[in-house]
């Protein structure tokens, strides 16, 4: 069984900081890996989606990347803003599909 | 512009009563999910259709009960068999089985 483990489980950064949340998954045998960005009270936003065939995606100032072989993907956020202040989930899509406990990110003013 | 529309948002529930959330996608995905989320812990998988007429459960499928008539709709009910159903739940689609996720904002239920 996919176990998905995220590691911050919180972060806290003063604005204009770069950062790296960590996610790490027991089963390379995946599909794919999404990055989720969740405000609270809401619904799951994809930031980034990768296929198992892909390293890496790029959207603005995030950066995700994924080693199948060591079992972990990064989400580089650079430049951080205080909008950015959120829960950032991880998910692998397997058989199933299975989900960090997520990483909570504040950004300081 | 195409999404997830899941409702109510907010929804409260008698101890024994039986209560239906809805999720209606315009996306034209075949699979769609029912998750539940609670403070402090990941999401939960309850039911998952990866076609019409077609439905398997999840990881904690007990109280609970789906159906999938219509590609667009993925209606689930709590019934009162589920013990402890206050939560946040997260209904998804994906154009298929393999496929990334699009999420719907969520309806929270609250038993009174």
């Known amino acids: 069984k996919q176990e998905v483990t995220q590691i911050p489980a919180a972060l806290s950064v003063p604005e204009g900081e770069n950062l790296v949340l960590n996610c790490s998954f027991t089963d390379s045998a995946i599909y794919n890996l999404q990055w989720f960005r969740q405000d609270p009270g809401k619904g799951l936003t994809s930031l980034l989606l990768?296929?198992?065939?892909?390293r890496e995606q790029t959207s603005g100032r995030l950066n995700a990347s994924l080693d199948k072989s060591s079992g972990r993907s990064t989400l580089y956020i650079a430049a951080s803003q205080p909008g950015d202040s959120a829960t950032y989930l991880c998910?692998?899509?397997?058989?199933?599909?299975?989900f960090g406990a997520g990483t909570r990110l504040t950004v300081k003013p | 512009d195409g999404g997830i529309t899941q409702s109510p948002k907010y929804l409260f529930r008698k101890e024994g009563q039986n209560v239906t959330l809805s999720c209606e996608q315009n996306l034209n995905h075949d699979a769609m999910y029912w998750y539940r989320q609670d403070p402090g812990q990941g999401l939960r998988l309850i039911y998952y259709s990866q076609i019409v007429n077609d439905f398997q459960k999840g990881d904690i499928a007990e109280g609970y009960s789906v159906s999938r008539e219509k590609k667009e709709s993925f209606p689930l009910t709590v019934t009162s068999a589920q013990k402890n159903p206050t939560a946040f739940y997260l209904c998804?689609?994906?154009?298929?089985w393999g496929n990334g996720y699009t999420f719907g904002s969520g309806t929270r239920l609250t038993v009174v």
């Open positions: 998910a692998i899509k397997g058989n199933d599909m299975r």
């Open positions: 990768i296929q198992s065939s892909q």
């Open positions: 998804a689609s994906s154009i298929d």
